[in-house]
Nanobody, 117 residues
Framework: QVQLVESGGGLVQAGGSLRLSCAAS????????MGWYRQAPGKQRELVAT???????NYADSVKGRFTISRDHAKSTVYLQMNSLKPEDTAVYYC???????????WGQGTQVTVSS
């Protein structure tokens, strides 16, 4: 069973920064991809950013140039650096992991990010 532990959410003013972390309970070498999704109240969950086993990254258009996804192999951890935050970035952010051994993916419990205007 894969466990994902997220941290780093909180309240920040518009224009500020936050860094989210997601630590996986499996070796980084067992991971096909990891990513971040978010869900705002009354909206569907949407992709924010992903990073593949080979290091390729993908971002939602709404966060390009402001958010950066990265990883630490030794810690099996993925990060989301969020800069120039906007009120519309307010959401619960979820970590997502796809292992190499299964088509099933795994989700973290979510961390709240609130950006005040």
């Amino acid at each position: 069973q894969v466990q994902l532990v997220e941290s780093g959410g909180g309240l920040v003013q518009a224009g500020g920064s936050l860094r989210l972390s997601c630590a996986a309970s499996v070796s980084i070498f067992s991971i096909n991809y990891m990513g971040w999704y978010r869900q705002a109240p009354g909206k569907q969950r949407e992709l924010v950013a992903t990073i593949t086993r080979s290091g390729n990254t993908n971002y939602a258009d709404s966060v390009k140039g402001r958010f950066t996804i990265s990883r630490d192999h030794a810690k099996s951890t993925v990060y989301l650096q969020m800069n120039s935050l906007k009120p519309e970035d307010t959401a619960v952010y979820y970590c997502n992991l796809g292992p190499i051994w299964s088509a099933q993916d795994y989700w973290g419990q979510g961390t709240q990010v609130t950006v005040s205007s």
